[in-house]
Nanobody, 122 residues
């Protein structure tokens, strides 16, 4: 059973930063496709960032230049550094692993964490 545990969410003012972490257990994340999705109330779930087995990175247009996905293989942990946050970034953020399609794209994933809430408000 793969377990993904997110942390690092919270409340921040516009323009602020947060770093989300996803601790991965019973699953060697090295060389795997992993990423972050988010869902705001009343909105569809959307992909935010992915890192593929070769270290290639994919970002949603809405977060390019502001968010950075990274991975610490020694700690088996995935990160999402979020800078210049705006109210539109407020959402529940989910860590994901193992794409159903087999391709490291914004689609459905087999494994999801419980989510961590990010609220950007003045």
């Amino acid at each position: 059973q793969v377990q993904l545990a997110e942390s690092g969410g919270g409340s921040v003012q516009p323009g602020g930063s947060l770093r989300l972490s996803c601790a991965v257990s019973t699953y060697n994340s090295r060389g795997r496709c992993m990423g972050w999705f988010r869902q705001a109330p009343g909105k569809e779930r959307e992909g935010v960032a992915l890192i593929d087995r070769y270290g290639g990175l994919t970002y949603a247009d809405a977060v390019k230049g502001r968010f950075t996905i990274s991975q610490d293989n020694a700690k088996n942990t995935l990160y999402l550094q979020m800078n210049s946050l705006t109210a539109e970034d407020s959402a529940m953020y989910y860590c994901v692993a193992e794409p159903v399609s087999g391709y490291c794209i914004f689609g459905n994933y087999y494994y999801w964490g419980q989510g961590t809430q990010v609220t950007v408000s003045s």
